[in-house]
């Protein structure tokens, strides 16, 4: 079975400073992968995700991820993050054409100060 | 538009008891997956269901079980309430059946409904 690891479990950050957030995943065969945000007392909404192609992947709010097949990795960037950007990440990956479920990474809580 | 709304959204329940847990899809969203998050962990996969038939289960004990209605909406229930089944429980709906990376196929979720086992 699949699983995703997100070693940072909090990030604190100031206003202004570059984020990337890691996120490795197990699992030989094709994956597609995706990135969460849930601020807080709200739901999980998509950030960006990769099926294939480009594995350069831009998404919301100014965040990008990288897909790195040799090194199983997906991780999340930002070249300048907001206090607004406070929240909590999820990765996750979808074993590509058979497992519709995601499996989700424990997630890393973000704290960006003012 | 309305997103997925689930219900109650807050719930206190004693070991042993029963739940059931609500959740309405999008509008049109025919597939409804839930999912559990414990305290400090990412969502886990329970159970999607599509066109009222299960297409899939997660590693979860048979005392959780869910159906979905012809209106797509869905409910879980838990039976005989354990202290670990405390988690925020998260309804997720989509279109089709798989996760694609066509844009107007993605999973939403809805807030959640928060289980307090005592």
């Known amino acids: 079975a699949q699983s995703v690891s997100q070693h940072n479990h909090h990030v604190i950050l100031s206003e202004a400073a570059s984020l990337e957030l890691g996120c490795n995943y197990s699992?030989?065969?094709?994956?597609?992968l995706f990135w969460y945000v849930q601020y807080p007392g709200q739901h999980l909404q998509l950030l960006l995700k990769y099926f294939s192609g480009d594995p350069l992947v831009k998404g919301i709010k100014g965040f990008e991820a990288e897909f790195i097949k040799s090194k199983f990795s997906f991780n999340l960037r930002k070249p300048s993050v907001q206090w607004s950007d406070t929240a909590e990440y999820f990765c996750a990956v979808k074993v590509s054409g058979s497992a519709r479920q995601l499996t989700f990474g424990s997630g890393t809580q973000l704290t960006v100060l003012p | 538009d309305a997103g997925v709304t689930q219900s109650p959204t807050h719930l206190i329940k004693t070991r042993g008891q029963h739940v059931t847990l609500r959740c309405s899809p999008i509008s049109g969203h025919k597939s409804v997956s839930w999912y559990q998050q414990v305290l400090g962990q990412g969502p886990q996969f329970i159970f999607q269901y599509y066109e009222k038939e299960e297409r899939g289960r997660g590693n979860f004990p048979d005392r959780f079980s869910a159906r979905q209605f012809p209106n797509y909406s869905s409910e879980l229930n838990v039976n005989a309430l354990l202290l670990g089944d405390s988690a925020l429980y998260l309804c997720?709906?989509?279109?089709?059946?798989?996760?694609?990376?066509?844009?107007?196929?993605?999973?939403?979720f809805g807030e959640g409904s928060w289980l307090t086992v005592v």
């Open positions: 997720a709906s989509s279109f089709s059946l798989s996760i694609t990376g066509h844009s107007g196929n993605t999973i939403y």
């Open positions: 699992y030989g065969g094709t994956v597609n």
